[in-house]
């Protein structure tokens, strides 16, 4: 099994370079902002009480995404892996996740980081919001994910670097450069089971 995390500011192309990875290593897709806006598009209530987070740029509560999570996961054990997108968030989810890894003998293998500068990241946000039609792709609501991502998401690099399993990829290029520098990082795991601590 082939367990990835890819992790990144929002705008940083984690959604892109998922489908990519995906499609390369044949694994199943994760991420928690395709379940809580799928929730809202099928106008449940719980769609409605994400909603109101992500509306305001907030992160929506753990014990939400993690319900949801282990409900989707749960579905896909028997994949020849998984890509986490977009989660974990938090350091709560972080260790939960593990847990539930744990259990079912599974850990994750690699945390790719994908790096872009902050300027950049307004910019490819306040782009995307011509035409993704995305409710949270305004500029006060993207400089407050963004915010939030450097309080309560960051934190996350040193949990994972403690474990010995990020690789930073700067993410500044074309998406199909960028996809090789994530292509050679999980081959050169693959093969060697050694982590590259940073791909420029
Ligand atoms: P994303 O598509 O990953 O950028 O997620 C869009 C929004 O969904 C975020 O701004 C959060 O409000 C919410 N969300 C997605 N994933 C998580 C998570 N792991 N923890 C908390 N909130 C999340």
Not at 76 to 88: E, T
Not at 156 to 182: A, C, H, R, T
């Amino acid at each position: 099994m082939l367990n990835i995390i890819i992790f990144g500011p929002p705008g940083s192309g984690k959604g892109t370079q998922s489908a990519k990875i995906v499609e390369k290593y044949n694994l199943v897709h994760l991420s928690t902002g395709d379940l809580m806006r799928e929730e809202i598009a099928r106008d449940t209530p719980l769609g409605w009480e994400v909603k109101k987070y992500i509306d305001k740029g907030m992160l929506v509560p753990d014990e939400i995404i993690m319900r949801e999570l282990y409900e989707k996961a749960s579905e896909h054990l028997d994949a020849p892996g998984l890509i986490f997108d977009g989660f974990p968030r938090t350091i709560v989810q972080a260790e939960m996740l593990d847990q539930m890894l744990e259990k079912h003998k599974m850990p994750i293998d690699v945390v790719l980081s994908v790096d872009v500068s902050e300027e950049e990241l307004f910019q490819r946000l306040m782009g995307r919001a011509e035409d993704s039609g995305r409710s949270d792709d305004t500029a006060e609501i993207v400089l407050h994910r963004i915010e939030v991502y450097k309080e309560q998401t960051l934190p996350l690099i040193e949990f994972y670097q403690k474990q010995g399993k990020i690789v930073s990829i700067n993410g500044m290029s074309p998406v199909e450069e960028v996809f090789g520098k994530i292509t050679t990082a999980v081959d050169t795991y693959l093969e060697t089971r050694e982590i590259i601590p940073a791909i420029e």
